[in-house]
T-cell receptor, first 114, second 113 residues
Framework: KAGVTQTPRYLIKTRGQQVTLSCSPI?????VSWYQQTPGQGLQFLFE???????NKGNFPGRFSGRQFSNSRSEMNVSTLELGDSALYLC?????????????FGPGTRLTVT | KQEVTQIPAALSVPEGENLVLNCSFT??????LQWFRQDPGKGLTSLLL?????REQTSGRLNASLDKSSGRSTLYIAASQPGDSATYLC????????????FGSGTRLQVQP
């Protein structure tokens, strides 16, 4: 099985712009979660989607949003970018049977805001 | 609020040594605990997952234990190799409420050849 894929892998944006990141989960996985990783804050949970519905949300401002499509692919959007949004954004997928909630991570998207 | 702590923050050992990485969590009402490995600038690779009802899991040279009541987990790496050099992260998923993973800050391991 192919692993979790994320596009693009690297991105450079300017303050005030918006950005959309994409994640394709492992085939058959219906749950997709997003995390932000920074040197100062470590790994922090952004949100989780399951069957096109947001199931959980972390403590991030409304500038961070996401969605999931019927094929389980997910996108996250960050509007009005700030310098502090520079981070590695990781997507993870999990199955809901077998080994429930074991999360498999993608390679991440490195976002740099200048 | 769940908090996860990993000690030590960094560790350097000579090749061949056995070593133990520690993870502690404040709320014992967990669903499972997962150990990950992260190479610089890369994503996370799942190493072991322990369900709350289990005491340990093994995969090759890795063994993870869980003491849920005391809020502790250890990752034992036998006969370490330079290729084991990476950051090791533990993460817990709660039994109720928001079931997102809460991560520790990681232990950066360097195995010297």
């Amino acid at each position: 099985k192919a692993g979790v894929t994320q596009t693009p892998r690297y991105l450079i944006k300017t303050r005030g712009q918006q950005v959309t990141l994409s994640c394709s989960p492992i085939s058959g996985h219906r749950s997709v979660s997003w995390y932000q990783q920074t040197p100062g804050q470590g790994l922090q949970f952004l949100f989780e989607y399951f069957s096109e519905t947001q199931r959980n949300k972390g403590n991030f401002p409304g500038r961070f949003s996401g969605r999931q499509f019927s094929n389980s692919r997910s996108e996250m959007n960050v509007s009005t970018l700030e310098l502090g949004d520079s981070a590695l954004y990781l997507c993870a997928s999990s199955a809901t049977s077998g080994s429930p909630y074991e999360q498999y991570f993608g390679p991440g998207t490195r976002l740099t805001v200048t | 609020k769940q908090e996860v702590t990993q000690i030590p923050a960094a560790l350097s050992v000579p090749e061949g040594e056995n070593l133990v990485l520690n993870c502690s969590f404040t709320d014992s009402a967990i669903y499972n605990l997962q150990w990950f490995r992260q190479d610089p600038g890369k994503g996370l690779t799942s190493l072991l997952l322990i369900q709350s009802s289990q005491r340990e899991q093994t995969s090759g040279r890795l063994n993870a234990s869980l003491d849920k009541s005391s809020g502790r987990s250890t990752l034992y790496i036998a006969a370490s190799q330079p290729g084991d050099s990476a950051t090791y992260l533990c993460a817990v998923r709660m039994d109720t409420g928001r079931r997102a993973l809460t991560f520790g800050s990681g232990t950066r391991l360097q195995v010297q050849p």
